[in-house]
């Protein structure tokens, strides 16, 4: 066998020279990848170490929030009238139970547990994590807590816990000032989010839903703490590092006086209607009164789909607010105002009689417009006419000043708009005009329309509360404050009073002409029920039509259904010299004015203007 031939190396210069730049280019790209290698390290535990410090914290730490306490709500004279109480929950750690099915069982030997509850609890059961606490009854009493305490021992992964829930004591007298507070839904949490507010209520189940409540929320729920708790990888706690305690919301005082609440409640007993007390010196509500109501406490916890429908389907409406959205024809109560602005026009004068013999006829025309009194009152005046509510002179008096002057002047009393009232639940009422029926119905106003306007029916409709605000504006010779309910806020350092807001005063041309509607409105007082009070006050009656009578035919309440009768309405206002209370008083299908509603206006009065040492019954 042959030896194998050896390689020659024919150049050795060249050779170590290719070996020298392969070299060189392998160490650059070494130390090119080492330098990004650096880089990054250097990005990663420098420039980005807060971020990835914070990452990692985050999969170590764990915030959990924890709910504020509710501000509480008070009357003017520091009644407590929503507070927090405290309930008790039965809770179950899944992990640490061996058969639930079992245990639910054994539990409801001790504890009634419905069957709804439970499957409200199973089917929850199905998306918790297993080792966090998840609620299968609330609202447990002293004496189920006291049972399970004493056989908590038998049920290892249950506990009672305490909170806190909002109740009402006064039940149903406050409920539509109130309103309630109520569970978080999801068009609650829309709203919140769209107002970037829902990390403010991570940890909170309810929300005010009505009234104060919801109007003022914001100042009632408070700021939310904290607690920072170290986990494991699987998210159990290992320990707590930190707690950052809640701010609780702010306490808040009302204008309301609850002894004259509740006398408005107690007088308005079994009738559908309203009444409404106004401070007329700042325009703070003294009473808020929506005959029949409900029970706030039932929506607290979470109202069961039974007793909501109940709510909704009783013809009697205790859901709404009938002192802010129920809309009445005014009846005679607005003839004041509509006689003073025909004094301020010069349609009238102090002085000018009107003879009426119990019908009055547009010039021309066949149709009588009937007098409430079929033979009517002969010759009356602006102080007779008030006094004895005599439809032919305001009739007249609307012919004369037209529809569209009454509106201007009526709108500056604040009907046909909102009085701003500090409750979301307000109605408009409506003030018509030409051009309203033009836009609404697309047909023309017609003489007769303006005619049932002038003694404050036809489409004429007002809320009680924007009755008894109207009513403060003429008592205080057109100074306007607009009714509110919140009197002060409370928090940690001070008692803040709420500033009081005046609108620009009604400027008649003649000022004179306040002291003649007062007057006849003291007249009519002291003619119907205030002959014997030991304090002066004044007032009109009102008596609204439901349907219409046929020209010629008698009304009779007895020969027609309850829903169909006229309502009674009174405004009034007390002392006389110096204002101090306002009232109005609407009483659904009562009658007459002046017999229904007036003592009840009287009783009012009497409580307020004559009160001695008192006590608030729960």
């Known amino acids: 066998m042959s030896p194998k031939k050896r390689i020659t190396m024919h150049d050795h210069a060249a050779e170590a020279s290719l070996f020298k730049r392969r070299a060189l280019f392998t160490f650059c790209c070494v130390v090119a990848l080492l330098s990004v290698l650096v880089t990054n390290l250097y990005h990663l535990q420098v420039e980005s170490y807060k971020d990835y410090a914070t990452r990692s914290n985050d999969n170590r730490i764990r915030v959990v929030p924890i709910a504020p306490s509710r501000g509480l709500i008070y009357d003017r004279n520091g009644v407590l009238l929503a507070e927090n109480q405290p309930f008790y929950s039965l809770d179950l750690v899944p992990e640490k139970i061996a058969n639930m099915s079992e245990t639910l069982d054994e539990l409801a030997k001790l504890i009634e547990i419905s069957p709804d509850e439970r499957e409200n609890f199973t089917e929850a059961l199905k998306f918790h994590r297993r080792f966090k606490p998840l609620t299968l009854k609330n609202q447990l009493t002293e004496e189920q807590v006291a049972i399970f305490s004493v056989n908590q021992h038998r049920f290892p992964g249950i506990t009672v816990e305490a909170g806190l829930k909002r109740n009402y004591p006064y039940v149903s007298q406050l409920t539509h000032v109130l309103g309630y507070v109520g569970k978080i839904n999801t068009r609650d949490r829309a709203q919140l989010e769209r107002n970037d507010q829902w990390k403010n209520y991570a940890a909170t189940k309810d929300i005010g839903k009505q009234g104060i409540e919801k109007f003022y929320e914001s100042l009632l729920h408070g700021t939310p703490g904290h607690l920072e708790e170290e986990v494991n990888n699987r998210g159990r706690t290992i320990r707590t590092l930190k707690i950052v305690p809640p701010e609780p919301g702010q306490d808040i005082y009302l204008t309301l006086d609850l002894q004259l609440q509740q006398k408005a409640v107690e007088l ?97 025309v066949e149709r009588k417009y009937r007098d409430w009194k079929r033979w009517g009152h002969g010759w009356v005046n602006v102080y007779s006419a008030i006094v004895e509510s005599c439809d032919t002179y305001f009739y007249e008096l609307a012919y004369k000043i037209g529809v569209d002057p009454i509106a201007r002047f009526m709108e500056q009393f604040g009907f046909g708009q909102n009085t701003g009232v500090d409750i979301f639940e307000e109605s408009a009422g409506n003030m018509p005009s030409k051009e309203w029926k033009r836009l609404k119905y697309n047909q023309a106003w017609y003489i007769g329309d303006t005619i049932s306007v002038g003694i404050g029916q036809g489409y004429w409709t007002a809320t009680p509360l924007q009755l008894a605000s109207a009513t403060a504006i003429l008592a205080n010779n057109g100074r306007r404050f607009p009714p509110h309910l919140l009197k002060s806020i409370k928090d940690n350092t001070a008692k803040i009073d709420s500033p009081i807001n005046e609108l620009p005063p009604i400027e008649l041309k003649n000022p004179r002409n306040w002291k003649i509607i007062n007057e006849a409105m003291r007249q009519t007082a002291h003619k119907s029920r205030f002959t014997d009070a030991s304090y002066t006050a004044a007032m009109k009656t009102g008596t609204a039509q439901v349907i219409g009578v046929a020209e010629n035919t008698k009304y009779d309440a007895n020969k027609i259904a309850e829903h169909f009768r006229d309502n009674a309405l009174v405004v009034a206002y007390a002392p006389f010299e110096n204002p101090k209370i306002v009232l109005a008083v609407v009483m659904e299908n009562a009658g007459w004015g002046g017999a229904n509603a007036g003592p009840v206006a009287r009783a009012m009065l009497d409580e307020y203007m004559l009160r001695d040492t008192w006590k608030p019954t729960p």
């Open 268 to 364: 308005l007993q079994g009738h559908k209607g309203s009444i409404v007390a106004i401070d007329p010196r700042d325009g703070g509500i003294l009473a808020l009164v929506s005959s029949p109501s409900y029970d706030p406490n039932q929506f607290v916890q979470g109202i069961n789909s039974k007793d909501y429908s109940d709510l909704l389907n009783d013809k009697s409406r205790p859901l709404i607010n009938r002192a802010t959205q129920g809309q009445y024809a005014p009846a005679s109560t607005v003839k004041p105002i509509i006689a003073l602005l025909g004094l301020d026009e010069k349609a009238v004068t102090e002085h000018t009689r009107i003879w009426d013999p119990g019908f009055w006829q547009i010039p021309g």
